[in-house]
Nanobody
Framework: QVQLVESGGGLVQAGGSLRLSCVVSGRTFSHYDMGWFRRAPGKEREIVASIRWSGGSIYYADSVKGRFTVSRDNAKNTVYLQMNSLKPEDTAVYYC?????????????????WGQGTQVTVSS
């Protein structure tokens, strides 16, 4: 079955950096879009960044543009989220997700598989 396992979360001071990783198994990783989401306490889940299966189209939420970088390594079945200049408002559980349709060509990927999440806490 498809499994997504995140790692790299933790406690960091404001201004610091973390790199999240998500390893995917059970499917051909390179065929699917990947996304990073987060849910802060008392808030709705929101998309943070996404990268298409081709690697050619990347999206960032306005709140993280210029600070976060999403990338993928198809040889390692892994998607990364490099987070720099972290702020207390970035505190959340971060989830990676894998798209539901291989070689998806539409404008709004649907994510069918999710990891268990990793906690990121940024202290002020």
């Amino acid at each position: 079955q498809v499994q997504l396992v995140e790692s790299g979360g933790g406690l960091v001071q404001a201004g610091g950096s973390l790199r999240l990783s998500c390893v995917v198994s059970g499917r051909t990783f390179s065929h699917y879009d990947m996304g990073w989401f987060r849910r802060a306490p008392g808030k709705e889940r929101e998309i943070v960044a996404s990268i298409r299966w081709s690697g050619g189209s990347i999206y960032y939420a306005d709140s993280v543009k210029g600070r976060f970088t999403v990338s993928r390594d198809n040889a390692k079945n892994t998607v990364y989220l490099q987070m720099n200049s972290l702020k207390p408002e970035d505190t959340a559980v971060y989830y990676c997700a894998s798209g539901g349709v291989p070689y998806y060509s539409g404008s709004a990927p649907r994510y069918d598989y999710w990891g268990q999440g990793t906690q990121v806490t940024v202290s002020s």
